[in-house]
């Protein structure tokens, strides 16, 4: 079987997709420097460059199960799972781990050992969950998985970005509406330009026509170009694992946000056509965070949020490699800061908002109909995580706290701080946990949705959601909710309501085969 390594397609999804992680390393390198005021020889010589190596790790090792996947279902339409620094542990190594130490001891260098060590945790932690992940998959319901997913998508990934949009709109909207023309529509750009590259020369030319850019900028940012080889950091690695037990409480529950999150993103691949094997996924994440946290990134890369949207861009097996090995070059010559003297950002976030859209809308496509409140049951816990955040850095810029302002004060003005906050820890995991309940409960099969609220009643007991850390007894109050909710679906069980009979259109909606490939679907592959 003939696989290309790459066709036309890759092009659109290397640039879609390649901008997508500019973004985040371009973001990554601003938090070390601008928040916990890292010396930019440390980063642009160190962290970036043990960044790069994880990146190349993984976006090849993706490419590979891709091929593999490919031969195996004699397919030439598999498209390589996405790979990258992941979005939300990015802020959260900032400013949940790093800036407190940084705070305490002004010391950049020990708030960047203890960011390793985390890191190192979370890798540790997903390469556990390599083998109890392909479980929680085979028994949650679709609808519970990417409804959290599409929880994601939606606020930490697509949310911000569309801020920054709306704040310069008349650099992001062209932007993102030639990127809307030619991902989602079979419209094509003469001489067939890839339609990422073309959005993103049409938003820097508007940028700096419009004065949005500063060429001094450019030229301050050049100053740090310079060739960065990795080396080993176990020295600062060790010394931030010799004070972990602080670490702990959030790295264990962000360990299984972790694997949970890659478990909704190969079921969204599959729900896509490419049935990926979880294991050998959550093995690659947590190898990767090991390696980085090892070579001095505090950053753990994971899959990607967006298989579908590459897909759908036309991309295959090439485009995460390249990605990957493009990124770690950039990585190694230094060249992000003068990438983001150069690029506007408006010009570059519209492709996490694409990407918002496209998963958002695959949660309610790829279930059956009757769940789709099940989908928004699993989006919820995401939107307050989300919520309670924007609120916290809001008091935080005006100079308190949620607690120095008190929850009465706060419900005083219809503002449920409290309350978004405790639904919103453990976020992924929680809306698994509740997305599943109510798509068993649609379903009337009360005894999976009992088994669900037993694991909603347990893991809130030991703070994995709804609790401020990992501890015995860490929401008793909520977890005596679940359990209430268990002797309500338990009596229903016992009643032998019949289950709810499945819809014509729901055939094989919960987990469809792959398909292979047509003869002439093979043939007009390399050149689609």
């Known amino acids: 079987m003939k696989l290309p390594y790459w066709v036309r397609g890759d092009t659109n999804a290397f640039f879609g997709f390649g901008v997508n992680v500019l973004v985040n390393v371009l973001t990554l390198t601003g938090l070390c420097i601008g928040v916990i005021h890292m010396s930019s020889g440390d980063v642009f010589g160190t962290v970036l460059p043990a960044l790069g190596i994880a990146l190349v790790f993984g976006n090849v090792y993706y490419t590979y199960l891709a091929r593999r996947l490919a031969r195996r279902e004699r397919r030439t339409d598999v498209t390589a799972m996405p790979y990258g620094p992941s979005v939300p542990h990015m802020f959260i190594v900032i400013f949940v781990i790093m800036l407190p130490i940084y ?29 109890v992940g392909p479980y929680i998959r ?46 989602l529509t079979d419209v094509k750009l003469p001489g067939n330009i890839p339609i990422g590259l073309a959005a993103l020369l049409v938003g820097t030319a508007i940028g700096w026509i419009g004065g949005a850019m500063s060429v001094p900028d450019v030229e301050a940012a050049a100053s740090d170009i310079a060739v960065a080889v990795p080396d080993l950091k176990l020295g600062l690695l060790f010394d931030g694992l010799g004070d972990m037990a602080p670490l702990l409480a959030t ?9 949970t999150e890659a478990m909704t993103n190969v079921e ?20 990767g965070a090991v390696i980085g946290s090892a070579l001095g990134s505090p950053f753990p890369p994971a899959v990607y949020v967006g298989h579908p949207g590459w897909k ?49 809308a695959q949660a309610f496509q790829a279930t059956p109909r009757a769940h789709a409140a099940a989908v928004v049951a699993a989006l919820i816990p995401n939107i307050a995580a989300w919520a309670s955040g924007q609120m916290d850095n809001a008091l935080v810029a005006a100079g308190t706290t949620a607690a120095q302002v008190g929850d009465a004060a706060l419900e005083g003005a219809g503002v449920f701080y409290h309350g978004l906050l405790v639904l919103g820890q453990g976020a992924i995991l929680a809306g698994l946990v509740l997305g599943a309940m109510v798509a068993f409960i649609i379903d009337k099969r009360f005894w999976h949705a009992a088994a669900f609220a037993t694991s909603g009643a347990v893991l809130s007991f030991i703070g994995l959601i709804h609790g401020e850390k990992v501890e015995w007894a860490a929401n008793g109050q909520v977890a005596l909710g679940y359990a209430f909710v268990t002797v309500v679906c338990v009596a229903f069980a016992l009643a ?18 792959p398909r292979p490939a047509s003869p002439r679907e093979e043939a007009a592959a390399p050149a689609a």
Do not use: H
């Open 103 to 131: 705070l305490r001891t002004n010391d950049p260098m020990r708030a960047w050992q203890a960011g390793l060590a985390w890191a190192f945790i979370i890798g540790v932690i997903v390469l556990i969950g390599a083998f």
């Open 138 to 183: 085979r028994y949650a319901p679709r609808a519970a998985l990417l409804g959290t997913l599409a929880g994601i998508s939606i606020t930490f990934i697509s949310m911000n970005p569309a801020a920054q949009m709306w704040d310069m709109a008349w650099i992001a909207l062209p932007v993102f509406a030639l990127l809307l023309i030619g991902l």
């Open 251 to 259: 790295a264990i529950p962000l360990g299984v946000y972790n694997f």
């Open 268 to 287: 969204s691949a599959a729900t896509a056509g490419d049935s990926y094997n979880l294991r050998s996924v959550l093995l690659a994440d947590g190898a």
């Open 312 to 360: 759908a861009a036309g991309g295959r097996t090439g485009y995460s490699m390249a990605t990957g090995v493009v990124i770690a070059l950039l990585c190694f010559l230094g060249m992000f800061g003068l990438l983001g003297a150069l690029l506007p950002t408006p010009a570059i976030v519209p492709i996490l908002l694409y990407i918002g859209l496209l998963i958002g």
């Open 496 to 513: 032998k309501v019949p289950p709810r009979e499945p819809e014509p259109d729901e055939a094989g909606a919960e987990m469809p085969e």
